[in-house]
């Protein structure tokens, strides 16, 4: 199960997962939450979900999957909250095939609650650089 919510103090989704996962359920959570709120900052807390089933395919999956949004989510950061070593090193693992097959997210891994707040002020204090267009213009938004 995945819970969704908008901390709009922070401009920060929050999901919440719980039990046994599957990639359709990350799927389904990601449509029904950015459908309604906007993409930012987000953070995923898998402290309570199992990852039995999450090898290289799933995270694949995952990753091209998410590819669709990150191209909407401008300078946003995602926080993975995963408090085990062995979960640590799996979404490791997920963030460099995000980076291989193109998916453009901010990807950092915490342990943590206070790990999460900390990248994530971190992150708000860096300047936000402008898009470049096709002719090589700065754009901002």
């Given at each position: 199960m995945?819970t969704?919510?908008?901390d709009r103090t ?6 919440k997962?719980k ?5 359709s359920?990350i799927?389904a959570a990601?449509?029904a939450h950015?459908a309604?709120?906007?993409i930012g900052d ?5 402290t ?8 290289s395919?799933v995270?694949t999956?995952v ?6 949004y990150g ?11 995963v ?10 693992l997920?963030k460099?095939?995000?980076e291989i097959?193109?998916?453009p997210i901010?990807?950092q ?7 999460v707040?900390e990248?994530l002020?971190e992150?708000r ?6 898009e ?8 901002h938004?």
């Amino acid at each position: 199960m995945i819970t969704s919510t908008m901390d709009r103090t922070r401009n920060l989704s929050r999901f919440k997962l719980k039990g046994d996962i599957e990639p359709s359920d990350i799927f389904a959570a990601i449509d029904a939450h950015y459908a309604e709120y906007p993409i930012g900052d987000s953070l995923w807390d898998f402290t309570g979900a199992s990852m039995h089933n999450f090898d290289s395919g799933v995270l694949t999956e995952v990753a091209n999957f998410a590819k669709r949004y990150g191209e909407r989510k401008g300078n946003g950061l995602t926080v993975i909250l995963v408090e085990r070593k062995d979960r640590h090193m799996l979404m490791k693992l997920y963030k460099s095939i995000a980076e291989i097959v193109g998916c453009p997210i901010n990807y950092q891994i915490a342990a943590t609650e206070a790990e999460v707040d900390e990248l994530l002020d971190e992150h708000r204090k860096q300047p936000v650089m402008p898009e470049v267009n096709a002719a090589g213009h700065a754009e901002h938004g």
